[in-house]
């Protein structure tokens, strides 16, 4: 049987933080990507005080006002107002709330899952690993947007309910993951040496043998960080997603979007701040994987 | 399963930590087998458990749907209850649950996917209309992908550290992180609203009347003849397959860069370059052929992600394939083409990794390890 | 072969597009795919729009412009003294439409129309069900088989038609959609082959326009039919491209991809008026957006909390955020287009110091509610969300809580159709055929409630006025009670009608002698168009 990830096998366990902050910040976009998104978290933490308006305060003088440096903008508002009148740049600070929440959540979620799930079947194999593997397949079959639309049509549309889709379309790639490096760490010295020395089926799987997948499951996760705050948003677009008036950036996004051509800018902001967060998560990821993967660090 | 992948040192690697990762994205990962026969036996074997799975999944989804499907049909006037019961048991909602999934199986099973509630069509043939729309954009969006990306990787790695490695890699980053459905959105209103230079929607201008022949806009409009008619047609695609080809064309160029930055590190290569051989003679004869196996691979999984991203383009750009038939039967509470397209697809995407599986068994040369 | 067949048609096809190239061409972006082109068990105005006013005619219709019946099939027509027989005469030399299905060897007769109206109601038909699942949803709707006793033909030219008690509105429901005419010698020629699904998919009418091809959600394309009763139209193809984006629709007619949409979102009409390719005409809709309040729910049975809390809603802040501008203010149920609007009502007022001084006096503090917002984009209410947000802001300022609820849209109506729903509900209506009626007794009538009736209101006063006004043909007495309708209504405020959407039809400036309808049709007949 192939692992599904021959990295694994060479991971070795991070010998300190040292090392590992001496490769990421080899790379200079890991650490703008880390810059920026410390940034946002920050903003996501502090917003009611950065904010200069509350998210949903609707100022009923000032409906589609333009940015700051159009001429008929309203020095109030900096990114200007949306249909009925709220601040897009207090809506967009709080909504880096949403996005970022949506990304922890959702990696949390699907880590959990997928972890367990992966570390079952590969630890005890038989008919619980096929059982596993093939809902995992069954799962990866759908395309993952499709899946998520259909499962947030049953659950109802909601920013949580969204949350949910998206973990469980994600968690597979978790499970396979770890199983694949389950199978690779279980017939290793170490672990015979913690078996024989009486260790339990749950801290062999648990204390012993998952520590060993560390690596690519952190990178793994950042990855899904970022694709779960893209398919939130998507989701939101296609009205799926948050409900308005939560200020979730694909939802204003989609609520904007008849104004395409009126007012641009409702339309442009929330997209670019989609794409700074989900670009500040990937270049992190890059990082990661340089600092984690041995293997890269040769090349 | 040996500790160490019992990779050979001399052999290309399946697949480096990037590349896999960027292919864990988009669908599963491909495995080797010992024994092509016994292999594909197996993986065939293994699917029909999925199948099943796959067709209650679609089945069960649609009945936890909220809503209802008669009512879904009715307008805003309602049915009266007698009518409602009697619609209900011309559609066998009355029956069992196992009864009714038993009965969809069965007529599956005998090539009926069911009629759709709104149009009252056969549900496989309103797909096989909409369908090769799809593939179309899917096409030219994967060539776009291809013959942009695996150039520019291939220079990326051979110029490592260059100012254009440097520039690719962060125009590729950025394009894997985009919002594609905010991208077409942004290209509408520059190039369709600003410059007027390409349509807003559609497949081709309306002054042209060719009825389909094989579906596909391009061959059809070559078929007749029509020159300016395949001309308005890829005037058409050329946005959608832009918006939709943006991230595959990302995942592409990276993953070639880090294949080819690996392979050009083997032995073999190095090997090669110490012998005398020409920098362009190693990266063509060499490194390429090896680092373009799992490319390919990538190419071939990227299936299901181009159905989803197909989901939003089309709806984007108005484009009649399935990922907008999809979303508006979902919209629409369509029950039946819902349960149906989602099986169709999950099928299809199915097939196309199983046959990439096979593939990649064939010409991965490591096929014999273990 | 079959390959080298059609190669050989089409190339027929795009020789006799080249040579046609003098001919007029009008595209029309419409806004969603019709189901099929068989309009009477269609509900959809999309639908309609693709079949029943282009390719059929009715016996009676509407006039351009207005609610007003005029013959069309039926040159003329008497209503016997009793309100119950009405006899139609057919007019003579009607064609229908020669296709490549389906050559007819005759003009229209009395027995296309009786059976137009058999097939929706006799359901020993074959063509009562000839489709899979499918319902006459508006002959069910405007309470047809109730009404009609019989309808008969009398000789080839004349139709009987008996009511089981007087209906005054039945004229106007005869010249709506799912009263098109078909052709009874196609249906039997289908029958006879046995593929009776072909009647939805390959029509056959008597309409200006007739039926060439449909790619499927993409275009459907019309021809000028040559020996239409009021002669060929201006205009010799008639596209529909189907452009489901309202703000891709106004891009394509800026691009000059078509010449003529419908349903512009608010937020692109001033790009649209401001082109000067374009012209944007204007009208009245006949619909009506309204907040039902469930008056049995406490404290909504009170009239005076349903009044404050109307009062508290800044009505014009809605009509500016949700319609831009596309909407008027409404005051009555009915549009002030449709006879027997009562304009003496007084329109609703904003004034939230009052409303909390109504809401303290009934005693109502602290009141949480549900507040119910339409999932899904209506002429008569564009935006349910955004709507919901602006009163529920507005609410807060009078002291009430209000939690923003909203479900899938067939789940949406059924919930909001119980008795025991919680909290106001948004809703509205487009009329079907410019009788008062229509309206009244379809949305607040005691025996709607369950149906239409989402505030579970009974009156008696009411009910007395809109039954007596159902029987009457006596169009000033009719007036008369639709008013006292109106002002029991008012007075009552079982719901709060917000708004009646404008209609707005942007055009190519080339677009000649298009009519809006009041109705929400698009029709395409007499429209020419400029070189």
Redesign the interface.
């Known amino acids: 049987m192939a692992t599904t990830t021959p990295t694994v096998g060479t991971t070795k366990p991070v010998s300190g933080l040292r090392e590992f902050w001496f490769y990421f910040s080899v790379n200079r976009g890991a650490v703008i990507g880390l810059t920026v998104f410390t940034i946002l978290l920050f903003v996501a933490i502090f917003a009611p005080l950065i904010a200069p308006h509350l998210p949903d305060a609707q100022y009923r003088d000032a409906l589609l006002k333009p940015p700051i440096w159009d001429a008929n903008s309203d020095p109030r508002f900096i990114l200007g107002t949306d249909p009925v009148g709220r601040d897009i740049l207090s809506r967009l600070i709080h909504g880096a709330r949403y996005s970022l929440f949506i990304g922890f959540f959702v990696v949390i979620g699907a880590l959990v899952v997928g972890v367990l799930l992966g570390v079952l079947a590969g630890y005890f194999r038989g008919w619980v690993d096929a059982l596993i593997m093939r809902i995992m397949d069954i799962i990866l079959a759908f395309p993952p947007l499709l899946l998520a639309l259909v499962l947030v049509a049953i659950l109802g549309p909601g920013l949580f309910n969204a949350m949910i889709a998206i973990a469980l379309v994600l968690q597979p790639h978790f499970a396979r993951l770890v199983r694949a490096a389950v199978m690779a760490e279980k017939n290793r010295e170490y672990v015979t040496a913690a078996k024989l020395s009486g260790a339990g089926h749950f801290r062999l799987m648990l204390i012993t043998i998952l520590p060993n997948c560390l690596g690519p499951l952190i990178v793994q996760a950042t990855l899904s960080f970022s694709n779960a705050i893209l398919e939130a948003a998507a989701l939101g677009f296609l009205g799926m997603g948050a409900q308005p008036p939560t200020p979730e950036w694909g939802t204003m996004l989609a609520s904007a979007r008849e104004f395409i051509l009126k007012a641009p800018w409702v339309v442009t902001f929330p997209g670019l701040a989609i794409l700074i967060t989900v670009l500040a998560i990937n270049l992190i990821g890059d990082g990661l994987r340089d600092a984690l993967d041995p293997k890269l660090k040769r090349s | 399963?040996q500790?160490?992948?019992g990779?050979l040192k001399d052999q290309p690697?399946?697949?480096?930590?990037?590349s896999?990762?960027a292919a864990?994205?988009w669908?599963?990962?491909p495995?080797?087998?010992p024994n092509m026969l016994n292999y594909i036996l197996r993986r065939v074997a293994?699917l029909v458990?999925?199948i099943i799975?796959?067709s209650i999944?679609a089945f069960a989804?649609v009945r936890?749907?909220?809503?209802?499907p008669?009512?879904?049909?009715?307008?805003?006037?309602?049915?009266?209850p007698e009518?409602y019961e009697i619609?209900r048991e011309?559609?066998g909602y009355n029956l069992p649950i196992w009864q009714q999934y038993f009965n969809y199986l069965w007529s599956v099973m005998q090539g009926d996917f069911g009629?759709s509630?709104?149009?009252?069509?056969p549900v496989l043939t309103?797909f096989m209309?909409?369908f090769p729309a799809t593939i179309e954009l899917a096409l030219s969006a994967m060539f776009l992908a291809v013959i942009i990306g695996i150039p520019a990787g291939i220079f990326a790695a051979v110029k490592r550290g260059s100012w254009f490695d440097q520039f690719t890699m962060?125009v590729a980053?950025?394009g894997?992180?985009?919002?594609i459905?905010?991208?077409g959105?942004?290209l509408?209103?520059f190039f369709?609203?600003y410059l007027?230079w390409t349509?807003?929607?559609?497949?081709i201008?309306?002054?042209?009347?060719?009825?389909?022949?094989t579906g596909f806009m391009l061959i059809d409009t070559l078929?007749?003849g029509?020159w300016p008619a395949f001309v308005s047609a890829l005037r058409h695609l050329i946005l959608p397959a832009i918006v939709l080809g943006t991230i595959p064309l990302a995942v592409i160029a990276r993953q070639t860069r880090?294949a080819m930055?690996?392979v050009l590190?083997e032995d073999y290569v190095r090997t090669a370059k110490a012998k005398g051989m020409s920098p362009n003679r190693v990266v063509n004869v060499h490194a390429l052929r090896n680092a373009l196996i799992p490319v390919v691979t990538t190419i071939g999984l990227q299936v299901?992600?181009l159905?989803?991203?197909a989901?939003?383009t089309e709806?984007?750009?108005?484009w009649?394939g399935i990922g907008?038939?999809?979303?508006?039967s979902?919209s629409k509470?369509d029950y039946v083409v819902?349960q149906s397209g989602?099986l169709i697809?999950?099928?299809i995407?199915?097939a196309v990794?199983l046959i990439v599986d096979l593939l990649y068994a064939l010409i991965n040369p490591r096929i014999r390890?273990? | 072969m079959k390959l080298m067949k059609t190669l050989l048609a089409a190339t027929a096809m795009v020789a006799l597009a080249a040579g046609a190239a003098q001919a007029k061409q009008l595209v029309y972006c419409s806004e969603a795919s019709p189901a099929h082109f068989d309009p009477g068990p269609l509900t959809g105005g999309n639908d309609f729009d693709a079949s029943s006013h282009t390719i059929y005619n009715r016996l009676v219709d509407f006039k351009p412009g207005t609610t007003e019946v005029v013959p069309a099939l039926a040159e003329s027509w008497e209503i016997s003294e009793d309100g119950k027989v009405y006899t139609f005469k057919l007019r003579p030399g009607v064609k229908f439409h020669t296709q490549p299905y389906f050559t007819p060897t005759r003009d229209l007769t009395a027995d296309d129309v009786v059976f137009s109206f058999m097939r929706q109601m006799d359901e020993e038909s074959p063509w009562f069900n000839y489709l899979e699942g499918m319902t006459w949803d508006y002959f069910q709707g405007m309470d047809m088989p109730k009404y009609i006793e019989s309808i008969e033909a009398v000789d080839d030219l004349t139709v009987k038609l008996t009511l089981t008690e007087p209906n005054a509105p039945m004229l106007a429901n005869l010249a709506m959609d799912f009263a098109a005419i078909v052709s009874k010698e196609y249906a039997d020629q289908l029958e006879a082959s046995g593929d009776l699904a072909a009647f939805s998919t390959q029509p056959v009418g008597t309409g200006p326009f007739q039926f060439v091809d449909y790619q499927l959600d993409t275009v459907i394309r019309y021809a000028a039919f040559p020996d239409y009763w009021e002669g060929k139209q201006p205009i010799d193809d008639l596209i529909f491209a189907i452009t489901t984006d309202a703000s891709v629709r106004a891009q394509r007619l800026l691009a000059g991809e078509c010449d003529i949409m419908p349903y512009p979102a608010p937020a692109d009409l001033e790009t649209l008026q401001a082109d000067e390719k374009l012209t944007v005409q204007e009208g009245e809709g006949l619909n009506i957006g309204y907040l039902a309040y469930n008056t049995t729910e406490a404290p909504f049975d009170n009239p005076d909390v349903r009044k404050a809390l109307t009062m508290a809603i800044d009505k014009q802040a809605i009509i500016d955020a949700v319609y831009q501008g596309a909407g008027q203010d409404a005051k009555n149920l009915i549009p002030p287009t449709m006879w027997s609007y009562d304009e003496a009502t007084a329109a609703d007022v904003y004034d939230p110091e009052k409303a909390k001084e109504m809401l303290e006096a009934a005693g109502v503090t602290n009141l949480t509610t549900d507040l119910w917002a339409i999932p899904v984009s209506r002429p008569y209410n564009p935006n349910g969300q955004r709507m919901a947000e602006l009163i529920q802001s507005d609410w807060a300022k009078v002291g009430v809580t209000a939690n923003i609820v909203t479900y899938e849209w067939t789940e949406y109506r059924e919930r909001g159709k119980q008795a025991d729903r919680k909290g106001p509900f948004m809703i509205g209506w487009t009329g079907d055929n410019g009788d008062p009626d229509n309206f009244f007794a379809t949305l607040f009538s005691c025996s709607a409630i369950g149906v239409s009736n989402y505030s579970s209101w009974c009156n008696d006063d009411f009910e007395a006025a809109i039954q007596a006004a159902k029987t009457t043909s006596d169009q000033e007495e009719r007036i008369k009670l639709y008013t006292t309708a109106q002002e029991v209504f008012k007075a009552e405020e079982p719901a709060l009608t917000i708004a009646h959407s404008k209609v707005f039809m942007p055009m190519n400036k080339r677009v000649l002698n298009y009519t809006l309808s009041p109705l929400g049709t698009h029709s395409f007949k007499y429209v020419d168009v400029a070189e």
């Not at chain 2, 936890?64 to 209802?68: H, N, S």
């Not at chain 2, 709806?315 to 108005?318: A, D, K, R, V």
């Open positions: 399963m500790a160490d992948n990779r690697k399946q697949e480096t930590g990037l896999q990762l864990q994205r669908a599963g990962t495995r080797a087998r293994l458990p999925t799975g796959i999944c989804f936890v749907l909220p809503g209802d008669i009512l879904a049909m009715a307008g805003q006037h309602g049915v009266t009518r619609l011309q559609f009629i509630l709104a149009t009252k069509r309103e209309t909409l962060g980053l950025t894997y992180s985009m919002p459905f905010w991208w959105l942004l509408i209103i369709s609203g007027g349509p807003v929607s559609g497949r201008a309306l002054t042209f009347f060719l009825r389909p022949i078929l007749y029509n880090s930055l690996e590190g299901g992600l159905l989803g991203g989901i939003l709806t984007i750009f108005t009649p907008k038939w999809m979303i508006d979902i509470r819902v989602l697809i999950a099928l995407v199915m990794n390890v273990q």
